[in-house]
């Protein structure tokens, strides 16, 4: 009966198709940049160990430390909701998203446009990976996948509820979700969801993953940048009642 109980816990847990992911902790926070606005967008650049900050009420992007303090700052268009830097390849400057209008835009550092492309939907977060731009729109909660010169390439529906910003860290997605109740998701380019972090203070807007934990800001008071543990995915555990059931 030993051997047939424990059996029987793996076949029920993987039935359950149920991965829960350990993490959430707070490591370290700082006054977000924005906090006297709101707190949108946000990416981490690992060449210089910094992260870069946009609110859809400022025109600018701020640059800090990991320890909050402002190292820079450039323009940027105005209604601003997510950002990425181009990427070594494609020269200095930085990617953004405008809500409105619904329009994601290259950047230079000083703030010239040097090119953009209609967003299907009102995009609140940006994401770049390698020669695509993913963006995540609330209006349609939809996360959408683009060549940088626009056309679309795939697309799949969000888990999250207010879809907000996002982050590509070389293989999965990060989304970021504001709603009541926010949550970090880690996600497959095909939308399917690895991990479900719950936000331990706030509304997350603006996530980014720097290799070991994920930062994100608070779009509500306290309007902190936060950085979190991820954990492990792990298999949910299964009731005695449910694997007595299996025998019945």
């Known amino acids: 009966m030993v051997k047939r109980s424990a059996i029987a816990i793996g076949l029920v847990a993987a039935a359950a198709g149920y991965a829960a992911a350990t993490g959430g902790s707070i490591v370290s926070s700082f006054r977000s940049p924005h906090a006297a606005t709101t707190p949108r967008g946000m990416a981490y650049a690992p060449n210089h160990t910094r992260l870069y900050h946009v609110s859809s009420d400022s025109p600018y992007i701020f640059a800090t430390d990991t320890s909050g303090s402002i190292v820079k700052s450039f323009t940027c268009p105005v209604n601003t909701r997510g950002v990425e830097g181009l990427g070594e390849s494609q020269g200095h400057g930085f990617w953004t998203c405008s809500f409105a209008p619904a329009v994601a835009y290259r950047v230079s550092t000083t703030g010239s446009i040097m090119s953009s492309f209609?967003?299907?939907?009102?995009?609140?977060?940006?994401?770049?990976?390698?020669?695509?731009?993913?963006?995540?729109?609330?209006?349609?909660?939809?996360?959408?996948?683009?060549?940088?010169?626009?056309?679309?390439?795939?697309?799949?529906?969000?888990?999250?509820?207010?879809?907000?910003?996002?982050?590509?860290?070389?293989?999965?997605?990060?989304?970021?979700?504001?709603?009541?109740?926010?949550?970090?998701?880690?996600?497959?380019?095909?939308?399917?969801?690895?991990?479900?972090?719950?936000v331990p203070v706030g509304r997350a807007a603006g996530v980014a993953f720097d290799g070991t934990y994920v930062w994100y800001c608070s779009l509500t008071s306290p309007k902190y940048v936060y950085r979190i543990t991820i954990g492990k995915i792990a298999v949910a555990p299964v009731s005695l009642g449910r694997v007595k059931a299996l025998f019945r």
């Open 118 to 198: 209609a967003a299907l939907s009102r995009p609140n977060g940006l994401a770049r990976e390698g020669d695509y731009i993913w963006l995540s729109s609330e209006t349609s909660n939809v996360i959408y996948k683009h060549r940088t010169t626009g056309s679309l390439v795939a697309s799949f529906a969000s888990p999250a509820g207010v879809s907000s910003g996002l982050d590509w860290d070389g293989n999965y997605l990060w989304l970021a979700d504001a709603n009541t109740g926010s949550k970090i998701y880690q996600l497959t380019t095909t939308g399917s969801v690895r991990r479900a972090l719950k």
